[in-house]
T-cell receptor
């Protein structure tokens, strides 16, 4: 079946603008995750969803970041008033369920460049 | 907190050489351990995993053994190919409060020359 998809693949924006990143998980996967990968660094966990609930938002870098999910489907990550330090690849992953025994499958990412 | 430490890259080898990429971890309890690979221009893919001590994960000629006593999960391949050139990430998922996320190492860039 289809894997995790993300859109857009690339986004260039000006500092101060809002951006919205989209993730479509694998069908049937109840858990969804967002990560950020800055240039030359490892992946930084941002937030996870179980269904449409995000119990822990503490990984979000600032209150300019928000995320939502519709049912057990599409999720959007919104960054308001973008800053240059927000430039990164934003990766989405999904898994059948929560917990450390469930494998996370990643999408291709959205490369965000803030000028 | 939970953490993963990988050997720093970049690593450059000749084709058919033996590969080891070291990975050690710090975690509470018995985490699941993963190696992910990111080929040029592609997304992150699961390469292999192990969910309990002494388990060996393997895929595409790569192997890694979960060593609880040394808290390690080193990636090995006996004979690398040019197509193995990629960035490799070691990661863990720990039971308890940390179970909802993967903790990644910094990644190791591997280049294989023909």
């Amino acid at each position: 079946g289809a894997g995790v998809s993300q859109s857009p693949s690339n986004k260039v924006t000006e500092k101060g603008k809002d951006v919205e990143l989209r993730c479509d998980p694998i069908s049937g996967h109840t858990a969804l995750y967002w990560y950020r990968q800055r240039l030359g660094q490892g992946l930084e966990f941002l937030i996870y969803f179980q269904g449409n609930s995000a119990p822990d938002k503490s990984g979000l870098p600032s209150d300019r970041f928000s995320a939502e999910r519709t049912g057990e489907s599409v999720s959007t990550l919104t960054i308001q008033r973008t800053q240059q330090e927000d430039s990164a690849v934003y990766l989405c992953a999904s898994s059948l369920g929560l917990g450390f025994l469930n494998t996370q499958y990643f999408g291709p990412g959205t490369r965000l460049t803030v000028l | 907190g939970d953490s993963v430490t990988q050997m720093e890259g970049p690593v450059t080898l000749s084709e058919e050489a033996f590969l080891t990429i070291n990975c050690t971890y710090t975690a509470t309890g018995y985490p699941s351990l993963f190696w992910y690979v990111q080929y040029p221009g592609e997304g992150l893919q699961l390469l292999l995993k192990a969910t309990k001590a002494d388990d060996k994960g393997s895929n595409k000629g790569f192997e890694a053994t979960y060593r609880k006593e040394t808290t390690s999960f080193h990636l090995e391949k006996g004979s690398v190919q040019v197509s193995d050139s990629a960035v490799y990430f070691c990661a863990l998922s720990a039971p308890g409060e940390g179970a909802q996320k993967l903790v990644f190492g910094q990644g190791t860039r591997l280049t294989i020359n023909p």
